[in-house]
């Protein structure tokens, strides 16, 4: 299961959550603390570790990767409208 470290606050953070729905891949969210220098080494965020144990350190990394390993889900367009609909300044991810 892919594990994504994390903020609600974060639009980076937002950008991967977005785009796991579009391609409907599970994955455990963790929460990091508010400021960096209080998580773990210094985490930036977003930051993914995959199921064979690959790190990926930012939302432009980790969205490369996710394009590259999952095909979108049929309803893929449905969610980006939805999202674009109900989401203030929602950040448009370029795929």
């Known amino acids: ?9 974060c639009p ?10 579009e391609l ?10 508010a400021e ?3 998580r773990p080494g210094g985490l930036s965020i977003p930051f993914m570790r995959t199921d064979d144990g690959t790190e990926l350190d930012g ?4 969205l490369a990767w996710l394009d590259a390993n999952f095909e979108p889900r049929p309803d893929a367009k449905r969610h980006r409208a939805q999202a674009r609909a109900e989401v203030p300044e929602f950040d448009e991810v370029a795929r």
């Open 59 to 62: 939302d432009e990394e980790i």
């Open 12 to 21: 980076y953070s937002h950008r991967v959550r977005q785009r796991l729905t």
């Open 24 to 33: 409907g891949v599970d994955f455990v969210a963790h929460q990091v603390a």
């Open 1 to 9: 299961m892919l594990e994504l470290w994390q903020a609600e606050w």
């Open 36 to 38: 960096k220098e209080d």
